[in-house]
């Protein structure tokens, strides 16, 4: 029986690529597995709650592997492992462990020197962390999910709201387009527009 006979009518269907690495091999449709995501992710972030992290350790190779596996270990084989495979998004495969070194080291010396505001150190960050694309999938929830605990852990800030605030409660789709225009001009080097949207 294929995949697409377990799935009840409006489902958008798995293809069987995307359900290599898969754990949970009940999940047939994209609906279910964003669910167990979303579980496995809520999972992570009560795992950071009432924790402190020394700068060192929360912005480590370390941290950051094993970060990804906490919010998709449940989900999928590959969860914390950095990617193999080539994207349409990111730098190749075999980049990604000296990019993340870089980086990191680059981070260290931002906060170190307070080369740029608090907020702007987690979104620059966030940024640079999601375009190096570490992980096979789940780069931009991750990412967001480590700009907000050096917001949080470090700076002892809130942790950002990404849209979710807006007071005139605007669509997901809607929020969707302004995070990814936001991206667009972090791209260009012009980051006010995302670290607005952050806290937006």
Known sequence: ????QHVQAGQTPLEEEERDGLKILTINCLSELDEFEQKNIEE?????????YTIQKLISTSFI??????????????GGQFRKSEKNIGIPAWQVPTA?????????????HKTYPEDEIAIRFKHRLVSIHCFSNGNGRHSRLMADLISEKIFHQPVFTWGRSSSNLQDKEQIRKQYLRALK????????ELIDFSRS
């Open 1 to 4: 029986m294929g995949l697409s």
């Open 44 to 52: 992570a972030i009560a795992w950071t709650m009432g924790k402190t």
């Open 65 to 78: 592997r094993t970060l990804h596996k906490k919010m998709y270990g449940h989900v999928w084989n590959w």
């Open 100 to 112: 993340l070194k870089m980086l990191l080291d680059d981070v260290l010396f931002w906060i170190d």
């Open 185 to 192: 001009m972090a791209d260009k080097g012009n980051y006010s």
